[in-house]
């Protein structure tokens, strides 16, 4: 199982990025998946997920600006972010998380916010 991120990048504060995530190979049945972040110095946190039935959550501090969606037939995950702030600025990794509980990361993309 591959996962690919795309769509990060240079962005002002206020704007918008849109990230994708497209997943290959044997997946089988999946149960979720989710964007996390890694700031600079700071842990790996989860910024949203969403389940099958496409229940979705959120963290705190994106609740409002971001959202998170899947096309199932593509196996494609997207985050829209909107509204970003300089705090926003990390590398943001598509996880994967099967039926039977394997779990995959993707390489990672790059966002940046400048204030």
């Known amino acids: 199982v591959q996962l690919q991120a795309s769509g990060g990048g240079l962005v002002q504060a206020g704007g918008s990025l849109r990230l994708s995530c497209a997943a290959s190979?044997?997946?089988?049945?999946?149960?979720?998946m989710a964007w996390y972040r890694q700031a600079p110095g700071k842990q790996r946190e989860l910024v949203a997920s969403i389940y099958r039935g496409d229940l979705t959550n959120y963290a705190n501090s994106v609740k409002g600006r971001f959202t998170i969606s899947r096309d199932n037939a593509k196996n494609t995950m997207y985050l829209q972010m909107n509204s970003l702030k300089p705090e926003d600025t990390a590398v943001y990794y598509c996880?994967?998380?099967?039926?039977?509980?394997?779990?995959?990361w993707g390489q990672g993309t790059q966002v940046t916010v400048s204030s």
């Open positions: 996880n994967l998380l099967t039926e039977s509980l394997f779990t995959y």
């Open positions: 190979g044997s997946i089988g049945a999946i149960r979720a």
